[in-house]
């Protein structure tokens, strides 16, 4: 049996037991999205956009399904309770296995009518709502379909008109069981003027899920109303040897802002799709990110901004840090379609090599079809400044630690756009800790 | 005390530093001076242990150490101080966090008890007035955005705080104006002490005005090739640098002054 086979045998065993089998939109995308996904497969580097990643490996690779959560209760707990000790407040919704848990759960106060919760239980109480909201099969690469075929649970972010959501909400999704796959499918609609902060966290429990290959395939769809500003930030912290696909997918009403912040520290593959539409005048948008790979792993960022419209507004940085040897892709198109005059686009990419066997690939690509426009890129891939690291080393500090400051320095400057400071304080100690003496960074920040 | 015994350098591959002598005892302030790439900067970065400099001949005894065995950051530790003549900027990383990492490592070595960011800042604030940096010079990345004399008076302000035994000055006065040369050189005087001797490079003898030292060398070709008094300054300031480079000492010089250019400073220093 195929690899392709034992999906589509999975789908056939699972289909009736998905959440919201038995609404009828729902079952024809799933079908949809599966035949699509059965006609596809996983990309190869045939694909122009998989060049430099090609998933065909993950056609030997086979998941198992998912350990019953009471078998991981209490190391889930004890992980949740870590996250939350430096963060207390906000709303934090728990996946364990891509299955809500809601004991590990806990919703704070919304404004009236903002809905918060799992997907699975928006498709049983609101599923007209979550029918506009869910998206097509046809929609992204063809793990994007897998996941439409196979979502059951993910989170469901509801807000109505002017509605401010003030703490962020936190979504946090753990793999426990080794050798798993899950798909969890999150979506975010915002009505005009409404604001709120969503953080997804992926990471791994200690255990099983740290020695078996994994495999994470999420999607995450936003849809940014007129004025709406809705601030996405993605940690991504799974073991060694998970795989972890993502899909965000942005679509923004006239001026609405929908800011973007992408950290990428863990797995042997990481691959990010990152798409933001520009459905009417005036957006604005920021994609940052930062990604640090180290031994033979593999992290990969395809972004696109589409400037549909007039006077929008994009900017776009990506740093990244390699080590080992290490891969790290970065292709960001930027496209400015015929008639979206006045559009300010800005994107920068830089990469940083701690090793000579590091590699880094980056590929700005501009597409532009309208005249009246600003339009900038850049792209650099350097090592530690030595001049840098001679003046830190004449005031005494070893090279060791002259060359963590260094590398710190230079993802902190990412770091230093993340607008919220406990967001920006849990990136900065998860990339301390990825550097050998980083504890003595602590107070730098 | 610092003995320099025929030092030879070269960086990539191009003979800087050809044979130079320099012996500087405790307590007492040396100027080198010497034209536009006679070697100065690289004695000074040579001094101070930068790899990208190879030393190819030559010793260089400090206290009865091999200076020359030692990594940058021990000689630093060991309390030898280099203002750089360009400062390095440092995004992202703060002033505050690069003085503090700086001294600690400097009072670990020593085997003193580190600062805390509290003493640490008492310390820094007091040391900052002194030579006229505001606060908020703490908060921004090092020497990012500084201005030429504000990055001096950075150097400066890691020297008091790092206390060496031995400053070199990298031409610490370019690019200031009067104001900030004066400020810089206060801050140097106000260091001077029987303990602690200093290498002051500069191409002007107007920092000397301020930084009286007690003996002027001149650096020619990687060599020094002249040594006096304080006045000597002033006479190099008067009559440029030719007429040293034209003495007997230097044969090479010697035979470059049958034509050219170098002949019209030769009829200069007989005059």
């Known amino acids: 049996m195929s690899d392709i086979d034992t999906w589509l045998a999975s789908f056939r065993t699972r289909a009736a037991t998905l959440s919201g089998a038995r609404l009828p939109w729902l079952a024809a995308v799933r079908q949809r999205a599966i035949e699509r996904f059965a006609d596809e497969g996983w990309p190869t580097s045939r694909i122009e956009a998989f060049r430099h990643t090609s998933l065909a490996f993950l056609a030997q690779q086979r998941f198992v399904a998912a350990q019953p959560a009471d078998a991981t209760a209490a190391a889930a707990q004890q992980a949740i309770a870590q996250l939350r000790r430096d963060d207390p407040e906000g709303h934090w919704l728990v996946f364990v296995d891509g299955v809500f848990a809601p004991a590990l759960s806990e919703q704070g106060d919304l404004p009236a009518g903002a809905q918060v919760g799992p997907l699975s239980q928006a498709l049983a109480q609101s599923p007209e709502q979550v029918e506009a909201a869910f998206g097509s099969a046809g929609d992204g690469a063809s793990p994007a379909a897998l996941n439409a075929a196979l979502a059951t649970d993910g989170a469901w972010v509801w807000l109505p008109r002017a509605s401010a959501v003030e703490l962020p909400i936190h979504l946090v999704f753990l793999t426990a069981t080794g050798g798993g796959a899950c798909h969890p499918r999150n979506l975010i609609v915002a009505e005009a003027g409404a604001q709120a902060t969503v953080v997804e966290h992926y990471l791994a429990l200690a255990g099983d899920a740290a020695d078996a290959a994994t495999l994470t395939n999420a999607v995450t769809r936003v849809q940014a109303g007129p004025d709406a500003r809705i601030t996405h930030m993605k940690l991504q912290q799974e073991s060694a040897q998970a795989i972890h696909l993502a899909t965000i997918d942005a679509a923004q009403a006239r001026g609405s802002t929908f800011d973007s912040h992408s950290l990428s520290f863990g797995a042997r593959l990481a691959r990010n799709d990152i798409v933001t539409r520009f459905d009417g005048e005036g957006c604005e948008t920021l994609l940052n990110g930062l990604f640090h790979v180290d031994g033979r792993r593999h992290v990969d960022h395809h972004t696109r901004i589409e400037h549909a419209h007039p006077r929008g507004t994009s900017r776009e940085f990506y740093r990244g840090i390699l080590d080992g040897a290490a891969r790290g892709v970065f292709a960001g198109r930027i496209v400015v379609a015929p008639g979206a005059m006045r559009t300010d686009a800005q994107q920068r990419t830089d990469n940083l090599l701690l090793s000579p066997q590091a590699e880094a690939d980056a590929r700005p690509e501009l597409e532009i079809y309208a005249d009246d426009v600003k339009c900038a890129h850049g792209a650099t891939v350097g090592q530690i400044d030595e001049a840098s690291l001679f003046y830190l080393r004449s005031r005494g500090l070893d090279e060791a630690h002259a060359r963590n400051l260094l590398t710190y320095a230079f993802a902190t400057e990412a770091l230093a756009r993340i607008g919220l400071a406990p967001l920006r304080r849990r990136a900065a100690a998860s990339i301390r800790v990825r550097l050998p003496g980083g504890e003595l960074l602590g107070e730098l920040s | ?271």
Request: avoid cysteine; charged fraction near 25%.
């Open chain 2, 1 to 271: 005390m610092l003995q320099i015994k025929d030092l030879h350098a070269s960086v990539d591959g191009k003979q800087i530093l050809r044979g130079l002598d320099l012996e500087v005892k405790s307590g007492e302030v040396h100027a080198i001076m010497g034209p536009n790439g006679s070697g100065k900067s690289t004695l000074a970065q040579v001094l101070a242990g930068r790899d990208s400099y190879t030393v190819d001949a030559g010793s260089v005894a400090w206290d009865g150490k091999d200076l020359l065995a030692l990594p940058a950051e021990e000689r630093a530790r060991e309390g030898l101080f280099l203002a750089f003549q360009y400062p390095v900027e440092i995004p992202g990383v703060s002033n505050a966090y690069f003085l503090k990492a700086a001294v600690n490592a400097v009072r670990r070595h020593r085997k003193l008890p580190e600062l805390d960011a509290m003493d640490f800042l008492k310390r820094v604030k007091a040391e900052m007035k002194a030579v006229g940096m505001r606060e908020e010079f703490l908060y921004r990345s090092v020497n990012e955005g500084f201005s030429g004399g504000e990055k001096k008076r950075n150097e400066v302000l890691q020297m008091a705080l790092l206390e060496p035994k031995l400053a070199v000055l990298d031409e610490t006065d370019s690019g200031l104006d009067i104001d900030a040369l004066r400020v810089v050189a206060d801050g140097v005087n106000r260091l001077r002490s029987p303990e602690r001797s200093m290498l002051v490079i500069t191409h002007y003898q107007r920092l000397l005005d301020y930084i009286v030292p007690d003996k002027v060398h001149v650096l020619s070709a990687g060599r020094i090739v002249h040594s006096g008094g304080p006045e000597l300054a002033l006479e190099l300031e008067q009559r440029g640098y030719a007429w040293v480079a034209e003495t007997p000492k230097a044969p090479a010089a010697a035979a470059r002054g049958q034509a050219g250019p170098a002949g019209a400073a030769v009829g200069e220093a007989a005059r």
